[in-house]
């Protein structure tokens, strides 16, 4: 794990033997602006937390509609679907 383990408070609880898992278990992915990181209705294998920069969450209401619903930011978690 980069920095994340140091800059995130949801970390600070965590004892080295659970650092370590999370750290074995994670793979840093970068995106390029306007880049689609996953698409609404699919599942997502993963957690996903955004590390650095904005993601920009919306809503497809219809063939190239779009309604912005957030901005994700440093520290957000998103594509929560992967632990339920």
Known sequence: MSNSENTFGCYDSLIREELQFIKDNTTEISYLKGETIFKQGAFAPHVLLINSGLARV???????????FSLAKQ??????????
């Open 58 to 68: 919306y809503l497809q209401t219809g063939i190239n509609k779009q309604i912005s």
């Open 75 to 84: 520290g957000d978690y998103i594509a929560f679907s992967s632990i339920f």
